[in-house]
């Protein structure tokens, strides 16, 4: 689904990403984790297509394409989907109109006809349940004034909607009380199928409680230089980075 190859990034000429590699299958839920400034949310960024990441060599492909030649738009109605660690609000676009026209364009794009407004509302309604969203949130403009938590949970909602094939989760869990994180992270669950693959980068071992991984990578000064199963979470979550530091250094 995603391979990434020998990706170097950088950003306002310093290079941030140095070398990364990485394989994701259908199905697949990967975590990274790392040390704050390691290139996390680059990683993420550069496979949103965010602009200012210059990308100066490697190689990226989702589905059999080169993701990199594909525009953020074209990336979106392929199925990617990337929450923001700073989700942005929208201020005077209300949600209920956000969500339907993204929903729309992703339908015409795979050719499949447009929902109605009653149809757009049923299946809204059926998708708030699942990650409890409630109304005084939809009838709102898109994260305007929304706290913490609550733009986290919003992103969830959008996801759930758009049903990505590859959903990328940028440190969902921050600023998320523990009824929420159970709440996103069912709504994670609800999607996994043999046919989506799932990146959650995630300072917390807590979060990997409730979304298990298949993988977890340690990124750490623009590299993944550790690569595991869940367990990897659990060792980190215990002794920190040092150890990993170390035998970098060695
Ligand atoms: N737009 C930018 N301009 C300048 N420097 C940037 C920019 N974006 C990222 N960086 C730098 O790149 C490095 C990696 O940042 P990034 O946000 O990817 O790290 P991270 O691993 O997600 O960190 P954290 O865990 O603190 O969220 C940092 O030193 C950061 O200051």
């Avoid at 733009?151 to 590859?166: G, S, T, Y």
């Avoid at 990328?168 to 043999?194: F, H, M, Q």
């Amino acid at each position: 689904m995603l391979s990434i190859k020998d990706l170097y990034v950088s950003v306002e000429g310093m290079e941030i990403l140095k070398g990364i590699n990485l394989e994701v299958k259908p199905g697949e839920i990967h975590a990274i984790m790392g040390p704050n400034g390691s290139g996390k949310s680059t990683l993420a960024n550069v496979l949103a297509g965010k602009e200012e990441y210059e990308v100066t060599s490697g190689e990226v492909t989702y589905s059999g394409e080169d993701l990199l030649e594909m525009s953020p738009e074209d990336r979106a109605r392929e199925g990617l989907f990337l929450s923001f660690q700073y989700p942005v609000e929208i201020p005077g676009v209300p949600m209920v109109n956000f969500l339907k026209t993204s929903i729309n364009e992703q339908r015409k794009y795979r050719g499949q006809e447009e929902l109605t407004a009653g149809e757009f509302l049923k299946y809204m309604r059926e998708k708030m349940e699942l990650v409890d969203m409630h109304t005084k949130l939809t009838n709102r403009s898109v994260n305007e004034g929304f706290s913490g938590g609550e733009k986290k949970k919003n992103e969830i909602f959008q996801m759930a909607l758009l049903e990505p094939k590859l959903a990328i989760l940028d440190e969902t869990d921050s600023g998320l009380d523990i009824d929420a994180l159970k709440t996103v992270a069912r709504g994670v669950n609800t999607l996994r199928s043999p046919e989506n693959a799932t990146i959650v980068v995630t300072h917390y071992q807590r979060l990997l409680d409730y979304i298990v991984p298949d993988y977890v990578h340690v990124l750490y000064q623009g590299k993944i230089v550790k690569s595991a199963g869940k367990e990897l979470a659990l060792e980190l979550e215990e002794k920190g980075y040092d150890w990993i530091k170390k035998e970098m250094a060695v």
